[in-house]
């Protein structure tokens, strides 16, 4: 198949779906947006009207107020915009993430948003879906990036806990999606004491808890308890890590849970002390990996380091591209 997908536009604002009439995962407000997931540098405030899954439209309103003209679509469900056959299908990247599937005249397109293919309790995983032209992040696109499994971190951060009773463990994790996984996982490895929650972390706890995941004992901290937290594990956002708030807390000992603590430079800038590989993203081997698995033709590059994943895929056969997309965070991981 020769060009597939030349009926979506990519620009720096995001990627316009032209015999639909909507964009994906727009940076501007627009008059249509499909939303994969709920991250704010995908579902952003001020579209005409949002189509997303009802856990997305739920992450959105608890962050921007309730969107205009919202609907909610199923996983599977396939929806008929303008000329363009649409389903969302699993994205195993946070709580409602999906991926979006676009048939157009005989083509597959399909756009995976951000994704993982590592177990995750707090969302539904990802289901490869063969296309034609499949449009992929590449935040961890460099063979350096082989996420562990979750399980070794989890027990090195309890382990710490135990051998310092005298401190609290202090953990930066972004407050949508790692959060919640990093207290399941804690539940899972045994872990049932109070989890103590900055304050930025309550609201969408709640909204976790609303969607029927049990997240055991939560507290706030406050300026009352705080020295009476050793021995305890927090979760803050990273921003918090090196904020004053974190002052009258006993001894922290300093983590951060974040694929991007595979490079221990990263973790000596941020003084954290113990770095937890845990990521809500493919690496290396997982990126390459589904490519193979949904084998397209073409594969477009939305962000990341393209250039290493586009010689990959040169290597492998297959035509690839950057996209250029403006908006998309590191951090957030």
Known sequence: MNNPGRWIVPSRDGLYVEPGGFWIDPAVPVPRALVTHGHSDHARAGHHAVMATAQTLAIMAVRHGPAAGAQAARYHETQRIGEVDVRFVPAGHILGSAQIVLEHRGERVVVSGDYKRAPDPTCAPFEPVPCDVFITEATFALPVFRHPPVEGEVAALLSRLRDNPDRCVLIGAYALGKAQRVILELRAAGHQA???????????????????????????????????????????PPSALADRWTRGLPDPITAMASGWMRIRQRARQRNVELPLVISDHADWDELTA??????????????????????????DQRHAR????????????
């Open 194 to 236: 109070p989890i103590w929650l900055h304050g930025a972390m309550h609201a969408l706890c709640g909204l976790y808890r609303d969607f029927g995941f049990d997240l055991g004992d939560l507290r706030l901290v406050t300026p009352e308890n705080k020295k009476a937290l050793a021995g305890s594990l927090i979760l803050c």
């Open 322 to 333: 950057p996209l250029h997309l403006i908006g998309r965070e590191e951090d957030a991981e």
């Open 290 to 315: 589904t490519i193979r698995e949904v084998n397209p033709a073409e594969v477009w590059i939305t962000h990341g380091r393209d250039d290493a994943l586009m010689r990959w895929c040169q290597l």
